[in-house]
């Protein structure tokens, strides 16, 4: 066969202009084609061409600096961008923000298995997936601005029941990563921290008529990767770009724990987990502290980003990882999760799917816990984590992920910017209310949607470092207060809606009763 090795800057000229460009990656430079990227800006800086590019990914790529997603946010280079996840590309996030490029999100999930049914040449993906929230037709379609008018998503109905029909369209060259390529374009992704959707990217676009191109750190001659090791067949690989210092993160060169070749204590700068929550004791070990009571022996369970994380590194610090079964989104089951820059990475995990085949098990009910933020709770028990402040911020896997978990543990504080605390082991006392009400009368944006999950039979709590409510089908219901909390002036006054109070609410499980 042909050798299919070429430089950075021939792949970057295979993009034609008006191209639909599909790309995968994860926060903090997780399996990120970023030599691929560097070479389409240099290209248009240069030349002026591409032009009008479609960008389509499912989670956040950059570095919320240059890297990633930031070397394509160009007005003229890109017109129209489906993203699942925007903040790791604030320039991106701007162009949406000016009305200078067409701004769409879709879940991260439904992205990932798109791309999987757009190459199997099936009429799109048919899912419940995005019912009742932002994403469905009956409000926003997924559009993020007022330049974007495209319908992604359309309503059908089969043997009585609604769905969702995300709808396929040809993916046109698809800048990829691996760890090696044999010259037939074989693709081994052994060094990588997670699969994603790579083969199915790669898939969308060879099926499509489109081109493949795959950054990898190192060659071998051909049959030089084992069969078991191959995770793209060079049948699916037009060419291959090879980079000798490509790193598996922004944070760190290369760590075998991450990619799950060997075990390893994780003794990298920038990589080590704190052992406990907050040192000293804070807001977040408060809410981790309530949140972990909900977990049970053998359940399935996803921690979200930001706060959420805490309950992890509880579970971590107590050493009870090995009494649940932990996920998240990229396809990564067991070991340690990482945090900030790094979530999505997983030390010592003890095993490693694609992404499309991990939301088929979200979706299909496997998940049995998820821990996640919110931005936005209302008395509806809709929340709110797609659009803050008027900025595209996009759900990642949350919609795939909330919508489909037996229970939903929503974490976070109570109000946000210029809160003052002074937390103790048996109390919490609020000295300085927050500038930004979380409670508001409605959500800016529905992400997670109350009366979807009341209609499933969901069970849905709230929980802060003053309160824990849960979603009824009468709607919130104010179920614990913090000790040392005054609930008239630190909570009640401080929503824009009027929970339901019971007539009497017990004390919140605090740091001092684990």
Same mark, same amino acid.
């Given at each position: 066969?042909?050798?299919?090795?070429?430089?950075? %800057?021939?792949?970057?000229?295979?993009?034609?202009?008006? #191209?639909?460009?599909?790309?995968?990656?994860?926060?903090?430079?997780?399996?990120?084609?970023?030599?691929? =990227?560097?070479?389409?800006?240099?290209?248009?800086?240069?030349? @002026?061409?591409?032009?009008? *590019?479609?960008?389509?990914?499912?989670?956040?790529?950059? &570095?919320?600096?240059?890297?990633? *997603?930031?070397?394509?946010?160009?007005?003229?280079?890109?017109?129209?961008?489906?993203? @699942?996840?925007?903040?790791?590309?604030?320039?991106?996030?701007?162009?949406?923000?000016?009305?200078?490029?067409?701004?769409?999100?879709?879940?991260?999930?439904?992205?990932?298995?798109?791309?999987?049914?757009?190459?199997?040449?099936?009429?799109?993906? /048919?899912?419940?997936?995005?019912?009742?929230?932002?994403?469905?037709?009956?409000?926003?379609?997924?559009?993020? +601005?007022?330049?974007?008018?495209?319908?992604?998503?359309?309503?059908?109905?089969?043997?009585?029941?609604?769905?969702?029909?995300?709808?396929?369209?040809?993916?046109?060259?698809?800048?990829?990563?691996?760890?090696?390529?044999?010259?037939?374009?074989?693709?081994?992704?052994?060094?990588?921290?997670?699969?994603?959707?790579?083969?199915?990217?790669?898939?969308?676009?060879?099926?499509?008529?489109?081109?493949?191109?795959?950054?990898?750190?190192?060659?071998?001659?051909?049959?030089?990767?084992?069969?078991?090791?191959?995770?793209?067949?060079?049948?699916?690989?037009?060419?291959?770009?090879?980079?000798?210092? %490509?790193?598996?993160?922004?944070?760190?060169?290369?760590?075998? $724990?991450?990619?799950? %070749?060997?075990?390893?204590?994780?003794?990298?700068?920038?990589? %080590?987990?704190?052992?406990?929550?907050?040192?000293?004791?804070?807001?977040?070990?408060?809410?981790?502290?309530?949140?972990?009571?909900?977990?049970?022996? +053998?359940?399935?369970?996803?921690?979200?980003?930001? /706060?959420?994380?805490?309950?992890?590194?509880?579970?971590?610090?107590?050493?009870?990882?090995?009494?649940?079964?932990?996920?998240?989104?990229?396809?990564?089951?067991?070991?340690? *999760?990482?945090?900030?820059?790094?979530?999505?990475?997983?030390? +010592?995990?003890?095993?490693?799917?694609?992404?499309?085949?991990?939301? &088929?098990?979200?979706g299909g009910g496997g998940l049995d816990i998820a821990f996640l933020g919110f931005g936005e709770m209302d008395s509806r028990g809709n929340v709110n984590v797609s659009r803050l402040g008027g900025t595209t911020v996009g759900p990642g896997g949350f919609i795939d992920i909330a919508q489909n #978990?037996?229970?939903?543990?929503?974490?976070?504080?109570?109000?946000?910017?210029?809160?003052?605390?002074?937390?103790?082991?048996?109390?919490?006392?609020?000295?300085?209310?927050?500038?930004?009400?979380?409670?508001?009368?409605?959500?800016?944006?529905?992400?997670? $949607?109350?009366?979807?999950?009341?209609?499933? @039979?969901?069970?849905?709590?709230?929980?802060?470092?003053?309160?824990?409510?849960?979603?009824?089908?009468?709607?919130?219901?104010?179920?614990?207060?913090?000790?040392?909390?005054?609930?008239?002036?630190?909570? =009640?006054?401080?929503? &824009?809606?009027?929970? /339901?109070?019971?007539?009497?609410?017990?004390?919140?499980?605090?740091?001092?009763?684990?």
């Amino acid at each position: 066969m042909r050798n299919k090795v070429i430089d950075a %800057q021939e792949a970057a000229a295979l993009i034609p202009d008006g #191209a639909t460009l599909g790309t995968v990656g994860g926060g903090g430079g997780l399996v990120e084609a970023d030599t691929l =990227l560097a070479a389409v800006e240099e290209r248009f800086l240069s030349t @002026g061409a591409p032009t009008g *590019l479609r960008v389509i990914h499912s989670l956040g790529i950059g &570095d919320r600096d240059r890297r990633g *997603l930031n070397r394509l946010a160009y007005e003229g280079l890109v017109r129209k961008v489906v993203g @699942g996840h925007w903040i790791w590309s604030p320039r991106m996030q701007a162009l949406a923000r000016e009305e200078k490029i067409e701004a769409y999100i879709l879940p991260a999930g439904v992205t990932a298995q798109l791309m999987r049914e757009i190459g199997a040449g099936r009429p799109g993906l /048919i899912t419940h997936v995005g019912l009742g929230t932002f994403v469905d037709p009956r409000q926003d379609g997924g559009r993020m +601005n007022s330049s974007a008018r495209d319908e992604l998503v359309e309503l059908i109905e089969i043997e009585g029941r609604t769905l969702l029909r995300y709808k396929p369209f040809p993916v046109d060259v698809a800048l990829l990563r691996g760890s090696y390529a044999d010259v037939d374009g074989n693709i081994s992704m052994e060094e990588e921290p997670a699969n994603l959707e790579a083969f199915a990217m790669a898939l969308a676009a060879h099926n499509s008529g489109g081109a493949v191109v795959f950054q990898v750190r190192g060659l071998v001659e051909s049959g030089g990767i084992p069969a078991r090791q191959v995770r793209i067949p060079g049948a699916l690989v037009d060419a291959v770009v090879v980079e000798p210092e %490509q790193p598996q993160c922004h944070a760190f060169f290369y760590d075998p $724990s991450i990619s799950g %070749q060997e075990t390893g204590k994780g003794d990298l700068e920038g990589t %080590q987990r704190k052992p406990t929550v907050d040192e000293p004791p804070g807001p977040r070990a408060v809410i981790a502290h309530r949140a972990a009571q909900e977990l049970f022996e +053998n359940a399935v369970v996803n921690f979200g980003f930001g /706060i959420p994380d805490g309950v992890a590194k509880l579970v971590a610090a107590r050493g009870e990882t090995e009494r649940f079964y932990q996920t998240i989104e990229h396809g990564t089951y067991g070991g340690e *999760l990482l945090d900030g820059v790094l979530f999505g990475f997983a030390r +010592n995990a003890s095993c490693m799917i694609d992404s499309p085949s991990q939301f &088929d098990f979200y979706g299909g009910g496997g998940l049995d816990i998820a821990f996640l933020g919110f931005g936005e709770m209302d008395s509806r028990g809709n929340v709110n984590v797609s659009r803050l402040g008027g900025t595209t911020v996009g759900p990642g896997g949350f919609i795939d992920i909330a919508q489909n #978990a037996g229970t939903v543990v929503f974490c976070g504080t109570f109000e946000a910017k210029g809160v003052g605390y002074e937390v103790g082991k048996k109390s919490i006392a609020i000295r300085r209310h927050g500038q930004i009400r979380k409670m508001v009368d409605e959500v800016d944006q529905i992400t997670f $949607s109350g009366q979807h999950a009341v209609e499933g @039979g969901q069970k849905v709590l709230c929980v802060t470092e003053r309160a824990v409510f849960e979603l009824t089908p009468a709607g919130m219901c104010l179920r614990e207060v913090a000790p040392g909390i005054d609930l008239g002036k630190d909570v =009640l006054d401080r929503m &824009d809606f009027e929970p /339901i109070v019971p007539a009497e609410v017990p004390l919140m499980p605090f740091l001092a009763d684990g």
